[in-house]
């Protein structure tokens, strides 16, 4: 923790130094709250039977169109980001738990691989969404199984006030990296079409101190280039139908850089990845019924190449739901429904092409016994070729004190499972057909608050939130008993989490200026509670890659289209083997962006700077991965639009 405190005190330091340079220089963002009256957007919102959900909207993508997802959960959320460098893999660790447990969803369509169970971070590009949701571990279970840490939900939605909205955006960024943006929103109050595409490339040559060699050399193999394109398209039907269609086409090629161990000048390795996702919906709402059809597939392909290797990935999968939603009947509301899944894989690595057919039973009961407390049932069955997997069920309670304050006590229990991979069941020669589900079991508990000011100028919210998870008969690739040198995935890991989450944001308009100041931080506490090899010493001690601490904070000051803000982000040491030996210090990194909006009747010119890693800290995320000094980068955007005038 005294870590953390002297982190603290470098940020309450520099906090007015900025604030002094933004009053000095009048500066606003064009992206944030803009109000004469404060527009809440809760981040905390009350009111979510029991669970836990964590939002981020547009005020706070905007900004940070030419990141990726990686980058914008890693300074705005206490998801860990194991990182294996710039543009390069990067994975999430949510309330101590695996990549696999984590599942990023893009309008509802899982995005893990049926092959991994995970998704790079790296490869979704903000402008490829509107906002995102964090749903925390039970809570989207009647989405989906398996997400013991929780649910990423990417959204796009329709603005139905819009008429036109056109934007073009273009970045420069130090190591010749760029980034072009374009979207295009065009509709009326019955239709809305929604195109967005993106390209990015770079060199990624940046400088770095090696420890091995001891000297400064520059980052080889780092090169990429990623394109998208998506198209939505929504059709509103007399108030009650809505029809919508969604295809998002996903491009990217990158070299992969070698370990700083590595000193081979003609190391070759890289990945090309290619992603074609669609999803047609249709939903009709009522009064006390509503009803939502949706039928999607994914084509993914992978080529992976190093000096030795050469191979080829491919998978489809296809997925068909239906929800039905009954409102207002004895204070309760139900909503079941029910979703098969088809997996199709072509794999290299695989003896031959592999199926995965799971059909999923799912439904939601809230009773309302009053205005002051709501209880929730989720509940979950799935057959996964012909088995019977456990029922999963989750019990939330919700509980409103008082009827004029915005105070929210929740719990929730849970049980989940996760089924093995289809590259624990059948990779090469060494896949293992006996493995059994993960299974866990989780508790939660939390408060939430907020606070608006009569005159709307002032705006306050904050939680905190408890946590445990016990997981068990985890799935860990080991050395066999009959060869060191071949590894095979066995049910032989048991591992319990717990922590605390906790957060504060607040807005204030005053002066013409809107100041907004956001802080979260997350305990994570996760050990083994079962020896993974004969002799070990694991029991009790955190998981590798499992930071303890994190925590981010951020402050954004506003005026007259002049913007500034500071972002701040503490990650503590994480272990690198099971026995807690050895480690990766902790880092702290401090961004800064600012720039001037120029606001002509229904055109918006924007300038933006943007100073990454400020000050020029020398830092990995993961062991012998070297990540980038000080850099820069500046963009330049425009925006046309036009809103109904009804």
């Known amino acids: 923790m005294t870590g953390i405190g002297k982190h603290f005190k470098k940020l309450l330091v520099l906090l007015p130094v900025f604030h002094a340079f933004a009053l000095a220089s009048g500066q606003s963002s064009p992206d944030t709250l803009k109000l004469k009256e404060i527009e809440v957007k809760a981040s905390f919102p009350v009111n979510n039977m029991g669970f836990k959900r964590v939002s981020v909207d547009s005020t706070i993508l905007i900004p940070r169109l030419d990141a990726n997802l990686s980058t914008i959960l890693s300074q705005y959320s206490t998801i860990f980001i194991k990182s294996y460098g710039s543009n390069n893999l990067a994975t999430p660790s949510f309330r101590g738990t695996s990549a ?17 169970g995970q998704v790079d971070l790296s490869q979704i590009p903000v402008a490829q969404f509107q906002g995102l949701e964090i749903l925390y571990g039970a809570t989207g279970l009647n989405k989906t199984s398996g ?26 960024a130090s190591f010749s990296n760029y980034t072009t943006i374009v979207n295009a929103d065009i509709g009326d109050a019955n239709f809305q079409s929604q195109t967005r595409a993106n390209f990015a490339a770079g060199q990624n040559d940046f400088p770095f101190f090696n420890d091995y060699t001891g000297q400064t050399e520059k980052l080889i193999n780092g090169a990429y280039s990623q394109y998208g394109i998506s198209e939505d398209l929504f059709a509103k039907i007399k108030d009650r139908h809505l029809i919508s269609t969604r295809i998002w086409y996903n491009y990217s090629r990158h070299e992969i850089p070698p370990l700083n161990t590595n000193i081979n000048p003609a190391h070759i390795e890289s990945q090309t990845n290619k992603s074609l996702r669609s999803l047609l919906e249709y939903k009709f709402v009522h009064r006390t019924l509503s009803l939502e059809v949706s039928s999607s597939l994914i084509d993914d392909y992978l080529h992976y190449m190093n000096d030795s290797l050469n191979a080829e990935h491919q998978y489809y999968t296809f997925s068909n739901r239906i929800v039905v939603s009954f409102r207002g009947i004895h204070k309760f509301s139900f909503r079941p429904g029910i979703e098969l899944t088809h997996d199709w894989v072509n794999s290299d690595g695989y003896l031959s092409r592999k199926q995965r057919n799971v059909l999923g039973g799912f439904g939601e009961v809230v009773y309302t016994p009053s205005s002051f407390i709501t209880l929730s049932l989720l509940a979950r069955i799935e057959i996964v070729d012909g088995l019977l997997m456990p029922f999963i069920p989750a019990i939330g309670v919700e509980y409103n004190p008082f009827r004029k304050i915005n105070l929210s006590l929740s719990a929730n229990v849970s049980r989940n499972y996760r089924y093995p991979s289809l590259n624990d069941l059948y990779w090469g020669t060494w896949g293992n057909l006996d493995l059994l589900p993960e ?32 997981m068990q008969d985890m799935i860990v690739w080991s050395p066999s008993t009959f060869s060191s040198a071949i590894w095979i995935p066995e049910n032989i890991s048991e591992v319990a989490s717990r922590g605390i989450e906790t957060g504060i944001n607040s807005t204030l308009e005053f002066l013409k200026s809107t100041f907004d100041f956001n802080v979260t931080y997350n305990f994570c506490k996760s050990t083994y509670q079962k020896e993974v090899s004969p002799g070990g010493s694991s029991i009790g001690k955190q998981l590798i890659y499992t930071p303890k601490h994190t925590l981010n904070a951020s402050f954004r000051y506003a005026w007259k289209g002049f913007y500034f803000s500071y972002l701040f982000n503490f990650i503590g040491l994480r272990y690198l083997g099971k026995d807690n030996k050895d480690y990766m210090p902790g880092y702290n990194l401090s961004n800064i962006f600012f720039g001037k909006s120029l606001q002509m009747k229904d055109f918006k010119l924007s300038l ?25 980068a500046i963009t330049l955007r425009g925006n046309f639009s036009r809103k109904s005038t009804k």
Do not use: C
């Open 439 to 470: 299974v866990s079991y989780s508790a939660e508990s939390g408060i939430t608050w907020n606070w608006l000011n009569k005159s709307k100028s002032f705006f306050i919210e904050t939680e905190v939130t408890g946590y445990y998870l016990l």
């Open 608 to 632: 933006q700077l943007e100073i990454n890693n400020l000050f020029g800290l020398d830092y990995q995320s993961v062991a012998y991965r070297p990540m980038p000094g000080r850099n820069f």
């Open 100 to 116: 696999h447990h984590t599942i990023v969803e893009w309008n509802g369509i899982t995005l893990n691989s049926p092959m991994l």
């Open 147 to 172: 997400a013991f840490g929780g649910i990423i939900n990417l959204k796009t939605n329709p603005d139905w006030n819009s008429r036109m909205n056109i934007s073009l955006s273009q970045t420069f």
